[in-house]
């Protein structure tokens, strides 16, 4: 993946500043997100989180700042023959966007149709319903249209056409909004899953704290029109800014560390479980395990 050369990241914002009718959202927000990172994206609602993604992805013309993405100056146009920076990202953006009138198989077409348009149509259609099946999706769900899906399902569709490119960066705005704590947590074991198979760096927008906690690398707060902090949920935790305690240490967030450290109980017991049955299982089938502790 191309990375910033001075700073090893796929995404650098410097001192970005957006403005509606002289009403500033930004105001000199700096962030780095690393490579192969899944980064959360907090604060509360009108921040300006949703206008800081258009901003990276060159939706949204900022007053002043510096956006590169993996490592292209996103306020200069792109040289002849390099490939196009936005065919290198995939976006799920709030509320899903898909076209209505097209089926899910065919809203995947679209970026594939916009950035390949020489792709047969039966290579196209077998890509796009790799990438349904890819999202989690049964097969059927590509001939079905969006007004057909559950919101869950909609959200997966969303999801397979921002894969629809095989892409280094993916976008995710609210993913988890309006899903039941289970078609959540599936979505967050989804996201999971695809960040390390396919080593993408995501850029997830979320309220949800037990996405944060379960399958955030790091976390970064927006308030006071800036990025106020990035770090782990212990180092914010650390912090005593009045909305990080409020939103880490408030009922819910609470609700949500409980949750996070029974499931790593429940894995340490797993674990050790696991171990237990091998020990017992003889000697030959340790060491199996164990090479180092095997005799010569
Ligand atoms: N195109 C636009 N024109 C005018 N104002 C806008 C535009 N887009 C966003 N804003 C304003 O910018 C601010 C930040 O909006 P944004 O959508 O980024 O918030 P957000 O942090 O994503 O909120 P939420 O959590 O509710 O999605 C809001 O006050 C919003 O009204
Ligand atoms: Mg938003």
């Known amino acids: 993946m191309s990375v910033d050369p001075k700073t090893?990241?796929?995404?650098?914002?410097?001192?970005?500043?957006?403005?509606f009718n002289g009403f500033t959202v930004h105001d000199n927000l700096d962030l780095e997100v690393k490579r192969g990172e899944i980064i959360g994206v907090v604060g509360g609602s009108g921040t300006g989180k949703s206008v800081l993604m258009r901003s990276i992805i060159g939706l949204q013309q900022p007053v002043s700042g510096e956006i590169r993405v993996l490592g292209h100056p996103m306020d200069e146009s792109q040289e002849e023959g390099e490939i196009d920076i936005r065919s290198r990202w995939g976006v799920l953006f709030q509320g899903g966007a898909l076209f209505s009138t097209l089926t899910v198989g065919e809203n995947v077409e679209v970026p594939l149709k916009q950035f390949y348009p020489e792709l047969g149509d039966d290579l196209r259609r077998e890509i796009a319903q790799f990438k349904v099946r890819l999202s989690g999706l049964p097969d059927d769900a590509a001939l079905k249209y969006p007004s057909e899906l559950s919101g869950g399902m909609r959200k997966r569709a969303g999801l397979a056409r921002a894969l629809a490119l095989d892409p280094e960066l993916l976008f995710l705005d609210e993913p988890t909004a309006g899903l039941d704590p289970i078609?959540?947590?599936?979505?967050?074991?989804?996201?999971?899953?695809l960040q390390e198979t396919l080593g993408l760096t995501v850029f997830l927008i979320t309220h949800d704290l037990d996405t944060l906690y379960e399958i955030c690398d790091r976390v970064a707060v927006i308030a006071d029109k800036k990025v106020i902090a990035v770090g782990s949920i212990a180092e914010l935790l650390a912090l005593d800014h009045p909305w990080i305690q409020e939103y880490f240490n408030g009922p819910r967030g609470r609700a949500a560390l409980t949750t996070h450290e029974r499931g790593e109980d429940e894995a340490a017991e797993e674990a050790a479980a696991a171990q237990a049955a091998v020990d017992a299982s003889g000697p030959d089938h340790a060491a199996l395990d164990k090479p180092a502790d095997r005799e010569p």
Request: with cysteine; proline share 4%.
């Open 8 to 19: 090893d990241c796929p995404i650098v914002v410097k001192g970005l500043t957006n403005a």
């Open 183 to 193: 078609g959540a947590a599936a979505f967050d074991s989804l996201t999971k899953e």
